[in-house]
């Protein structure tokens, strides 16, 4: 089930939002304080975040730009000026898509259903240097040898593999994992990163996933 992240700073709007995604399916989250959006972006794991273009202190085009140095998650931008710069501006800074308000309730459905599946038909098959790693499959593959994963690993091996070069922090993952960072015994995230290691290793990978102490995990 997808997790869409909500960066609106218009609480009935954020609501209306909240409630129109989980009735068709989608769990939810929001951000209610905008100091430091960027990060809390990140921690939230989403799959797809719809992003307002006018936020307190900031403009929108300047967080996507700022977010895209650091993070490919899906982005659309929800803006209530709908001219051709504004989203010239928005998809040049690398939003995924775009959607003026006011917009029809199924129109955004649409366009959420639309990146959520054309970044999934992208992401069914990553490489790792000579491996392809087989998201739907959950498998590793290279040398003539399959390996198959866990559901945990192989979603630890494509968050690390989609943010490649970057460290990725233990409570980012904790919260793409199990929605949560407080419920879930911190051991648990380190058993399930091992594995990982010991699989690639099998296939002749050593030392790939890097721990960076105090900071998290990188791949690259």
């Known amino acids: ?6 960066v609106e700073d218009d609480a009935d709007l954020r609501q209306e939002l909240k409630l129109l995604l989980e ?10 304080r905008f100091s ?10 989403a799959n797809l975040v719809l992003l307002d273009i006018n936020l307190p202190g900031m403009d929108g085009e ?3 730009r700022q977010l895209r140095r650091q993070d490919d998650v899906p982005v659309i931008m929800v803006t209530s000026r709908n001219t051709e710069m504004d989203e010239l501006l928005c998809m040049s800074y690398g939003a995924d898509d775009f959607i003026a308000k006011p917009y029809h309730p199924s129109i955004l459905l649409l366009h959420i259903e639309a990146v959520l599946k054309r970044v999934s038909q992208e992401t069914q ?12 499959r959950s498998t590793i593959t290279g040398g003539g040898k399959e390996t198959e994963l866990t559901k945990n690993e192989m979603k630890i091996l494509t968050y690390l593999l989609k943010r490649q070069g970057q460290i990725v922090s233990r409570d980012s993952l904790m919260n793409y994992l199990w929605d949560t ?10 058993v399930n990163i091992n594995r990982v290691r010991r699989k690639l290793e099998e296939h002749g990978m050593y030392d790939v996933i890097k721990t960076k102490r105090g900071q998290g995990y990188r791949i690259g």
């Open 1 to 6: 089930m997808n997790k869409i992240l909500i």
């Open 23 to 32: 009735h068709n399916g989608y769990i939810v989250s929001v951000l209610e």
């Open 36 to 45: 430091h959006v960027c990060e809390d972006i990140q921690k939230e794991g």
């Open 62 to 64: 300047s967080l996507l």
């Open 125 to 136: 098959k990553l490489k790792l240097g000579n491996l392809v790693v087989d998201v739907e």
């Open 181 to 190: 960072d407080s419920f879930v015994d911190d051991n648990t995230l380190t």
